[in-house]
């Protein structure tokens, strides 16, 4: 079952896609190949709940892609056992980038 959005977390309710989108953000990238803009990006933890809870979810692909104004950004998707993306479901992206949402004090950055 999914989290409760947390209404403070920036863009919270942002990240769902429609499919079209998604392909659209995926082809831009594939056109148009570029290092990323941005360090990292983050989703909040009620969307990707929202793609695990499909009933054949076994994990989340990630695509690169870049949105129509030339930004980067990921496109998250479900997929099956199989390997097979669950592009009839739920499909995220609108990430929050880094920055300006960064962690500062993270060794990963």
Same mark, same amino acid.
Request: proline residues 0%.
């Given at each position: 079952m999914a989290? +409760?959005?947390?209404a403070n977390f920036p863009g919270a309710e942002k990240h769902e896609t429609p %499919? @079209? /989108?998604?392909?659209?953000f995926i082809q831009n990238h594939r056109k148009n190949p570029k290092a990323p803009n941005i360090?990292?990006?983050?989703?909040?933890r009620?969307? %990707?709940?929202?793609i695990l809870a499909q009933k054949e979810c076994n994990g989340i692909r990630f695509y690169f892609a870049q949105t @129509? +104004?030339? *930004?980067? @950004?990921?496109?998250?998707?479900?997929? @099956? *056992? *199989?390997?097979? /993306?669950?592009t009839n479901g739920t499909i995220a992206e609108s990430i929050e980038p880094c920055p300006p949402y960064c962690d500062v004090a993270s060794e990963l950055k």
């Open positions: 989290k +409760e959005v947390d %499919l @079209t /989108d998604a392909k659209k360090n990292g990006g983050s989703f909040h009620g969307i %990707l709940d929202k @129509t +104004e030339g *930004a980067s @950004t990921l496109v998250a998707v479900g997929i @099956t *056992a *199989a390997g097979a /993306d669950l």
